[in-house]
């Protein structure tokens, strides 16, 4: 599996949301929905292999963490719009520190950005932090090669507009994320998912 977890500081936490002022009242959701279209949406398919997180840190009710699945999502359009009223739908749950499928392929609980990386680590996933001053892709060596038995789970981590902070930095690091350079510029971390996508998806034979 490919697997992305976007940290949202400011991202809202209810459904009460005004759908027309994403990047303003709702917390940069723009950005969210953003992510959402660049992890899945091709020309015209849905990448199913994909599982996109976010957890926002915004009000009322922070945090909440909503969970995509590829091969289950349904009915989603590719448009900001379309994508925030399916996370409008989510948010409007009760949250528990258990997943609740809000509709075919989205989820929703009450787990820190934390819980989820530590999660996957334990499921032997690889932990990458897309992080400026990260080492290049090239000098990597991924394994994608599923005929082989050769392929391995990765979760790749991004912070916002305003990062992830250093607290977090830290706590990967502990755990032994590995920190990895997609540009010699900062690009926002839609942009950023769908050059990994491009990338991984050279390695496939």
């Known amino acids: 599996m490919k ?14 949301i005004n759908i027309k002022d994403l990047p303003g009242s709702a917390g940069r959701l723009d950005l969210v929905c953003r992510c959402v279209n660049s992890s899945f949406f091709l020309s015209h398919d ?4 994909t599982v996109f997180y976010s957890v926002h840190y915004g009000e009322p009710n922070a945090p909440v963490a909503l969970k995509f699945i590829g091969d289950e999502l349904k009915r989603l359009s590719p448009d900001e719009r379309s994508i925030a009223l399916f996370i409008k739908k989510a948010l409007e749950k009760d949250s528990s520190k258990l997943w609740k499928e809000s509709t ?12 989820i990386i530590v ?9 990458f932090y897309l992080h400026l001053n990260g080492k290049p892709l090239e000098e990597y060596n991924l394994k994608l090669d599923k005929d082989n038995g050769n392929d391995e789970d990765v979760l790749f981590v991004l912070g916002d507009h305003i ?3 250093e607290e977090d930095e ?4 502990e755990l032994g994320a590995e920190r990895i350079s997609l540009s010699p510029v900062e690009l926002h971390a839609d942009h950023c998912i769908i050059l990994m996508h491009n990338a991984l998806d050279k390695l496939k034979k």
Do not use: V
């Open 163 to 165: 990062g992830i902070g």
């Open 119 to 127: 999660e996957k680590k334990n499921e032997n996933y690889r932990i």
């Open 3 to 16: 697997e992305f977890i976007l940290k949202a500081n400011k991202s809202a936490t209810s459904g009460d």
């Open 104 to 115: 075919s392929g989205i989820y929703t609980a009450k787990k820190e950005f934390r819980d």
């Open 170 to 173: 830290k706590f990967l690091d």
């Open 46 to 49: 849905l990448r199913r292999d």
